[in-house]
T-cell receptor, first 111, second 113 residues
Framework: KQEVTQIPAALSVPEGENLVLNCSFT??????LQWFRQDPGKGLTSLLLIQSSQREQTSGRLNASLDKSSGRSTLYIAASQPGDSATYLCAVITGANNLFFGTGTRLTVIP | EAEVAQSPRYKITEKSQAVAFWCDPI?????LYWYRQILGQGPELLVQFQDESVVDDSQLPKDRFSAERLKGVDSTLKIQPAELGDSAMYLCASSRGPSGGYTFGSGTRLTVV
């Protein structure tokens, strides 16, 4: 069974800092990988979807990379803002259209 | 932008009572999922539908949980009887296929007292 791990579990940074969130998975036979944001008590908002044939995807201040062979993905957030405070979840998508989540990284950006 | 609709947004119920959640996926999305998320953890799959058929319900506690998607569009998840340990966020998601990614609804926060 696919296992997804996110490190660190929690991260606190001052506003303006660049940061990297890490995601690792045990089975490299994934179809895609998707990063989500979750605010407290809310549903999941999609941030970036990386196709298996891609190595990275960018949206605004966010950049996600994917290395299938090593079972790793990173989410880079540039110039962090207090509004970026949330839990970030990565999820791997299999060819059977199953989605396996990590436990998330809780980010706090301090003004 | 198209959304996945879920209701109710919040639900408080007493132990041993029945509770039901509703989900309306994005139009044209054949695959629908119900996930449960316990506070501080990642979502875990309860049931996956392809059109009106169940594809995976291996993690669904079938003694108390049931799910249906009768016409292959909207779906209902039911718990009867509810237990204290069922308190969690219940999330619905839909997908066109593995290449298109997933879209989640706002979730239903269930509290069992």
């Amino acid at each position: 069974k696919q296992e997804v791990t996110q490190i660190p579990a929690a991260l606190s940074v001052p506003e303006g800092e660049n940061l990297v969130l890490n995601c690792s998975f045990t089975d490299s036979a994934i179809y895609n990988l998707q990063w989500f944001r979750q605010d407290p008590g809310k549903g999941l908002t999609s941030l970036l979807l990386i196709q298996s044939s891609q190595r990275e995807q960018t949206s605004g201040r966010l950049n996600a990379s994917l290395d299938k062979s090593s079972g790793r993905s990173t989410l880079y957030i540039a110039a962090s803002q207090p509004g970026d405070s949330a839990t970030y979840l990565c999820a791997v998508i299999t060819g059977a259209n199953n989605l396996f989540f990590g436990t998330g990284t809780r980010l706090t950006v301090i003004p | 932008e198209a959304e996945v609709a879920q209701s109710p947004r919040y639900k408080i119920t007493e132990k041993s009572q029945a509770v039901a959640f509703w989900c309306d996926p994005i139009s044209g999305h054949a695959t629908l999922y119900w996930y449960r998320q316990i506070l501080g953890q990642g979502p875990e799959l309860l049931v996956q539908f392809q059109d009106e058929s169940v594809v995976d319900d291996s993690q669904l506690p079938k003694d108390r949980f049931s799910a249906e998607r009768l016409k292959g569009v909207d779906s209902t998840l039911k718990i009867q009887p509810a237990e204290l340990g069922d308190s969690a966020m219940y999330l619905c998601a839909s997908s066109r296929g593995p290449s298109g990614g997933y879209t989640f609804g706002s979730g239903t926060r269930l509290t069992v007292v």
